[in-house]
């Protein structure tokens, strides 16, 4: 039985959130409060053992169900001491003791939010949580998905359902055409820089326009990713054919043809006449590839105005920018050229299909051969946990998503870029623009 | 319940975010206890000295957006382990507030223009807080100057913490 079967009520005026709230609505207790039931919930190795521990602790160690439940280990791993191993061993015991079938160990394990959706786990019109921020990622596939704390995390566990205050929803309309050298990463990096950090808190942010209908997956999921830096609950953008064409061989056994899916996500999009919050329009014509030059992922100015800034690292992963395109767009910046001798490179492919994918193209020669240590999939610089933090003073041009003080290490500066920018500025030593876009006789 | 009153700390500044509340190196830890000497370890702040600025209070007064970021709960339990149950700013980060409310702790937010005359009257004296639930006010008293200001508690907010948290209160109801 295909979960979405097109009864999704007859109330107009709803965007894409309020349908899904009301398809899982298992409570209002207060007013502008709902109580939802959880099609996933999804767990790592940080923040769900002292839920497990709690757990265990009240007497309740319990799973509402195995099958929904997706766990991984990807902040540290391999476990980098004894206290990143015992995180893992929790989460592991607690996955066999439960018959959790989809956990990932190392060898099949990768960053939650590039691995979760490629093994098709997100679908149109679910609800999902998950002890992670980032979490809005999945909102690219039309599902309401949020961040949320341990203890959410925990009744999510032990009950399948989570609270959250009925969230308005912010349009942004993405129109205009984006030039050469500029991604998916300048774009939300532009539109953060207008929301302001707090610029969506409590709200959902709804994609959409002709840029977004242009998108691949991956280029939607970076847009949703980074929705929480303007402090949204969750970006999502309406599931269309390309959404039907990426999830096609988790899906293919629920509807006769694609065609048929496609007519059942549309039942998910927004009424016409649907109440946002507030619409803006973002044109992003005359966009030019941009980075953050504070603590703060809202200071952001074109990489042009940052030329000349030395970088010691280059920083390509993460569930921002670590998917086969992003690898696929630094490699072609990278192909024939090697690495500034002051820069390290670090590229870490977000998943192990990423990986094989990136090596049967050739990309990770390409890395290899300019210069690059080729990482396993991992979150671990991004937080400054492992596999790459900085030292005092040091600064990185970085694929990631946040930019705070000490966030790759005590004392270091981080600049958010795109997958080509931080390849380039490799190349260069300092901050750079992807060479597509530089002019003759510009300043390299 | 837990206690909501005692000394006051001042944070002058918005956008706090959770890896100065708690930097991510301390996320390997597995019990809230041992995050206590690490609350606001890498926040710069002129002023605040950490493990000295926090010793000894109960209650912080901040600016906006606080506790942006990470979704670690983390955040909540560094502050919950060193006694301090209240957090009182312009705004929060959706994630941060509603995981103080799942803790059975305040997280609440008054109008920017109370809290910059809360700076203003009580940010360089020794300040006590006392909150009192039922009419919803808060009084702030340093030295022979006192103040009541009213503070909105929405009602789930309230029945998380009178619950003692959402464990408890999802467990009663679902």
Redesign the interface.
Known sequence: MPFLDGHWGDAMGRTITEKIFERHR??S?????R?IRLDVVACHE??T??AI??LAA?GKDRVFDPDRIKAVID??TPAK?S??A??GK?LRDWARRHGIRDFFDIGRNGVCHALFPEKGFIRPGYTVIM???H?CTYGAFGAFAA??????L??GI??G?C?F?LPETLRVEIGGTLAEGVYAKDVILSIIARLG??GA??KVIEFGGPLVAAMSMEERMTLCNMAVEA?G?CGICAPDQTTVDYLWEFIQGDYDDKDAALEAFAALHPCPDARYGEVIEHDVSGLEPLTTFGH?PDQVKPVREMIGQKIDQAYIGSCTNGRIEDLRVAAEELRGRRIAPTVRGIVSPATPRIYRQALAEGLLAVFMDAGFCVSNPTCGAC???SNGVLAEGEVCAATTN?N????MG?GGMVHLVSPATAAASAVAGHLAPPTRTRQQGDVR | MKNFGGNVLFLNRS?I?T??II???Y??????EALEPHLLE?L?LEGFVPGKSTRDKQVVITR??FG??????HA?WAFEVNGIHVVIAE?????FR??MF??GMLAVELPEEVIADLFARFADRDTRLATDLGNTTFTLSAQDHSLTVPFNL???DR?LVEAG???EY?DA??
Not at chain 1, 29 to 33: A, D, H, K, L, T
Not at chain 2, 27 to 32: Q, V
Not at chain 2, 68 to 73: D, H
């Open positions: 298992v409570d207790p207060y007013e502008g409060v109580v940080i923040t053992p002292i521990n709690d009240r902040h540290v001491d206290k990143t015992t995180q929790i002890g992670d921020s979490t961040g949320v704390g341990t203890t959410d925990e009744v032990l009950k359902v609270a205050r950090v707090n808190t409590n402090g609950t703060k937080l400054g946990m946040r705070f003080n000490g966030r005590i | 956008d975010n890896d100065e930097p991510a190196k996320l390997t830890e597995i019990t809230k890498d710069c906006a957006n942006c970021g990470s979704s670690r709960e909540p705004s929060f980060a959706r994630i509603q995981n799942n803790c929405p009602p789930f029945a948290g959402w464990v999802a109801h679902y």
